[in-house]
């Protein structure tokens, strides 16, 4: 009786390792996809440049400046793609996270080193550190007041502010046959009826 109940929690165990591990392989895939489709709409998911490959790499810190580098990153990114390809596929992405993770994680064992590199990316999204922000200070507040324009500039606006568009930067010319201002301007067609 004792080794069945073993058996069993022993299979119970395994059956919960399994689960973590599948779940830590979903989170793994799930951060490959977020960063391979990243700023582009029509990226699949399912490859990565080495591009997204290195912000991927920075963003979850496996780049440390240390042990791994940019140039690291870059040379196992070579190393696992196909040599005509200029992606990686999801298969590739793990070969390449074997490779870096003896590196980054000296000290280990080849197998924890991979579960700490797998840690450090699962469940991570792209950061955007660095996006331009719309400046509002006086000095852009002063450029873009269309009330304080004089000259020129100030016809290429209504009173309101809103632009003419064209009209307001370019003189128009009128094919009438008329001479601007001219006064009698379209009393031609009459002075001829009348004779």
């Known amino acids: 009786m004792a080794k069945a109940g073993r058996h069993s929690a022993t299979r119970l165990c395994r059956g919960f390792l399994r689960m973590a591990e599948s779940t830590d392989v979903t989170l793994l895939l799930d951060s490959f996809k977020k960063f391979a489709i990243h700023g582009d709409t029509k990226a699949s998911g399912k490859e990565m440049n080495g591009k997204k490959w290195a912000k991927l790499c920075k963003d979850c810190k496996v780049i440390d400046g240390k042990n791994v580098t940019s140039t690291d990153v870059d040379i196992v990114f070579t190393k696992v793609k196909a040599k005509t390809s200029r992606v990686i596929t999801y298969e590739e992405f793990q070969k390449a996270l074997e490779e870096l993770a003896p590196k980054r994680f000296k000290g280990q064992s080849k197998e924890e080193a991979l579960k700490s590199i797998h840690k450090l990316i699962e469940g991570k999204e792209p950061t955007n550190i660095g996006i331009t922000k719309v400046a509002k200070t006086a000095a852009v ?55």
């Open 141 to 195: 507040d002063r450029l873009t007041d269309t009330s304080k324009y004089t000259g020129s500039h100030k016809e290429r606006f209504d009173e309101s502010g809103k632009g003419k568009g064209k009209g307001g930067r370019e003189e128009l010319v009128e094919n009438t046959g008329y001479v601007g201002a001219y006064k009698e301007e379209g009393t031609y067609d009459e002075k001829t009826k009348a004779k």
